[in-house]
């Protein structure tokens, strides 16, 4: 029985490792105080991903999704900071062993945390863009339009504005 600590191995692993991706998802936020999405106090035990993910329902009914976002999203992603996992991802890339970092998380904060190699999958929620005209908001400017304007609407043109992340799609037969 090996009376190493349990993260001797993996410390040995990155050590011998020339180089490194690492793949990251929902649980490495949560100590940041990101909601999961699955699990006993996940999102999807309070709302309906069919409606607050899926982008046919963002467009007939934005208000569901804004009013998610302004509740929920918002005040999560706004307070959190980057955790010692992000931390340790952005030094692994600094001293050059991390080559990327591929995130499901739609928080920004291992960009926050120092990270310049981020490939994000399911887009950020901090960029805000307008489906007409393209420009982008900031998370926080939107925020503040949610105050007087629920759905927000471009500044700029008056278009719809949409986070930069990725919705599902229920077009298909088997969806």
């Known amino acids: 029985m090996s009376t190493s600590r349990p993260y001797d191995a993996l410390r040995g692993f990155i050590a011998s490792a020339r180089q490194m991706v690492a793949f990251t998802g929902a649980g490495i936020s949560a100590e940041s105080g990101i909601p999961t999405y699955r699990g006993d106090d996940g999102l999807w035990n309070k709302y309906d991903p069919a409606r607050f993910a899926n982008i046919d329902n963002f467009f007939s ?8 976002f302004k509740e929920v999203r918002y005040p999560a992603i706004s307070q959190a900071v980057p955790n010692r996992a992000h931390t340790a991802l952005a030094q ?13 998380n739609i928080d920004g904060l291992q960009q926050a945390a120092g990270s310049q190699k981020v490939l994000e999958l399911h887009g950020n929620t901090r960029r805000i863009i307008c489906l007409q005209c393209r420009q ?6 939107v925020h503040q339009r949610l105050a007087t304007e629920l759905p927000p609407k471009c500044p700029a043109c008056g278009g719809t504005l949409k986070p930069d992340v990725v919705f599902s799609v229920k077009r298909f037969p088997w969806m």
Request: proline share 4%; glycine share 4%; aromatic share 14%.
């Open 92 to 104: 692994l890339e600094q001293k050059g062993a991390l080559k990327a970092v591929i995130t499901q």
């Open 61 to 68: 009914d934005p208000e569901y999704y804004w009013s998610f």
């Open 136 to 141: 982008h908001q900031t998370m926080e400017a």
